[in-house]
């Protein structure tokens, strides 16, 4: 199991030719956040004092601010690396990483540079460019077309509303109640509980992948579906669900059954929810805590046949669900424990 380390990240990088950083303490901008992979499978999570990083390219040198960084991926070499940046852009060079000191709970930490293989980049009010890769369905639920909701990955799988609220243009779609998360202030899609339900087609046959999402329970009964990979379609598919007693968990279907999330489901809190599968393993988190990991012998359901938000198992009104689901996201791959702690983020 991969080790997480939470803590303040200080990084001092050096250009090979010879120009160091200012030798007084930086303040710590917690604006910007920081998740470093270790060439051990760790991850460190944390906040940078950096305010620009410097590399010499084939053409110049150039110092660059960290929040127009996105990931530093470094070579074996750890002085070559390649850099990703917010924009899109892509450039590479050399650089020096010197060790790395690090305040968490156990005390200062430092961790040599030859340890290091990848550095992703949060800023407040934005997510690290990564965390785009891969996405074929992405919902933010900021406004809707009549009955439209706009798919933002960019494949074009736009939501289609059906219920009693499906022609309020000011509708079930709600501005900025979303928490506060990483500066990022979103809707979400208010589920009447009674037959309110956002289609999102076909997304095809998809072996590996990861999908996440907000809610927030207005009532807590037997048997409301939040999310459903193939509507109405009973137990053939992923769909997530409470029960009365508190449970919500994950249906894998007739022959591996539900896993829970968490056995205190609480009116009126947001949750984060995100589950991640190939065709032998699978993994769940709850607000960034993993809930459950296992593997199987290609048992899950993996056609998305009839992705549907607000309903699952049938078309009974006690199966629609009832309150808020907001940041839907959907991957065609199987994202680290480090990148859904940064989309659970840090709430306000």
């Excluded at 852009?89 to 293989?117: C, Q, R, W, Y």
């Excluded at 997304?203 to 999402?213: K, N, R």
């Amino acid at each position: 199991m991969h080790k997480v380390i939470h803590g303040v990240i200080i990084l001092t990088m050096l250009l090979v030719a010879g120009n160091s950083w200012p030798k007084q303490e930086q303040k710590v901008d917690s604006s910007i956040q920081l998740a470093v992979d270790l060439t051990d499978g760790s991850h460190i999570i944390g906040a940078s004092n950096i305010k620009t990083v410097s590399v010499r390219t084939q053409y110049a040198n150039i110092d660059i601010a960290l929040e127009k960084i996105a990931a530093i991926k470094f070579n074996d070499d750890h002085e070559t690396a390649s850099f990703e940046l917010q924009n899109g852009d892509k450039l590479s060079g050399i650089v020096k990483l010197a060790p790395v000191e690090l305040e968490t709970i156990f005390g200062k930490v430092k961790i040599g540079a030859e340890h290091i293989t990848h550095l992703a980049v949060s800023v407040a009010g934005t997510l690290p460019a990564t965390l785009n890769h891969g996405l074929i369905l992405h919902y933010t639920f900021d406004k809707k077309e009549g009955t439209k909701i706009a798919d933002k990955s960019g494949q074009g799988h736009d939501g289609r509303i059906k219920g009693v609220n499906s022609q309020d243009n000011d509708g079930p779609v709600c501005s900025g109640v979303l928490p506060v998360v990483n500066g990022l202030m979103t809707g979400a899609f208010r589920c009447d509980g009674v037959n309110d339900v956002i289609l999102a087609g076909d997304l095809g046959y998809q072996p590996q992948g990861t999908l996440s999402f907000w809610m927030k329970a207005d009532a807590i009964e037997n048997w409301r579906n939040a999310f459903s990979t193939d509507y109405a379609n009973g137990d053939r598919c992923l769909r997530f669900e409470e029960a009365a007693d508190g449970t919500f968990g994950v249906g894998l279907g007739p022959s591996l059954g539900g896993r829970p999330y968490t056995n205190g489901l609480q009116l009126g809190k947001w949750y984060h929810v995100a589950f991640a599968w190939t065709t032998n393993q699978f993994t769940g988190w709850i607000d960034g805590q993993q809930a459950f990991s296992e593997q199987h012998n290609n048992q899950l359901f993996l056609n998305f046949n009839n992705v549907a938000i607000g309903n699952g198992y049938s078309l009974d009104p006690h199966r629609h669900w009832k309150g808020l689901i907001g940041g839907v996201r959907i991957y065609n791959r199987v994202l680290k424990s480090d990148e859904v702690r940064l989309l659970k983020g840090r709430c306000q």
